[in-house]
């Protein structure tokens, strides 16, 4: 399969705390990327990191891309109820088309 | 920068109806690809369009089809409707080799 894989399927924390998703693919990539939907809406793109990259950082989120591994994960520091989501990564393979995996469920309570 | 537009949000059809689903993608943007989201779900890859033309596609069946126009507008059209084909229906669009996809809100479709 050429999807990511988000790991856990859902995760509930506290606002203020840190949120830590993870994703596994198959194959060699060109560059993946996150995203984030709110219930029943678009999806919305968080952050691209490359191939050649090991990590990224952008605001309160932090993805780091291990290819040895083929493994990401994506960190949100100081979580805020706003945060509440399902977040997705899609690996970017060769035919440029984008596959997505079930989402990690992310609940921030206030 | 005008986004992705979807038209229309909701649609109730009829088993075995057809049904076009428009996507107006975002300024300066060549590929559009479609998904598919079932309730609580990831969404799904049907298909991507690259200059008119069919450049990947997912596991979905022919009476799924679609089509990109020179202003790089598309459509969704899907034959023969089911009731597994009730779902969150997404366009999206995007630079080959691009930074990211510009996701539109979606078309909420409800076969009955």
């Known amino acids: 399969s050429q999807q990511g894989e988000e790991d856990p399927q859902a995760l509930s924390i506290q606002e203020g705390e840190n949120a830590t998703m993870n994703c596994s693919y198959k194959t060699s990539i060109n560059n993946l990327q996150w995203y984030r939907q709110n219930s029943g809406r678009g999806l919305v793109h968080l952050i691209l990191?490359?191939?050649?990259?090991r990590e990224k950082h952008s605001g309160r989120l932090r993805v780091t891309l291990d290819t040895s591994k083929k493994s990401s994960s994506l960190l949100i520091t100081a979580s805020r109820a706003a945060d509440t989501a399902s977040y997705f990564c899609a690996p970017l393979y060769n035919n440029n088309d984008m596959r997505f995996g079930a989402g990690t469920r992310l609940t921030v309570k206030p | 920068e005008t986004g992705v537009t979807q038209s229309p949000t909701h649609l109730i059809k009829t088993r075995g109806q057809q049904v076009t689903l428009r996507c107006s993608s975002q300024s300066g943007h060549n590929t559009v690809s479609w998904y598919q989201q079932a309730l609580g779900q990831g969404p799904q890859f049907i298909f991507q369009?690259?200059?008119?033309?069919?450049?990947g596609r997912g596991n979905f069946p022919p009476r799924f089809s679609g089509l990109q126009f020179p202003n790089y507008s598309s459509e969704l059209n899907v034959n023969a409707l089911e009731l597994d084909d009730s779902a969150l229906y997404l366009c999206?669009?995007?630079?080959?080799?691009?930074?990211?996809?510009?996701f539109g809100s979606g078309t909420r479709l409800t076969v009955v």
């Open positions: 999206a669009s995007s630079l080959v080799g691009g930074p990211g996809y510009t």
């Open positions: 990191i490359r191939s050649n990259e």
């Open positions: 369009y690259y200059r008119e033309e069919e450049n």
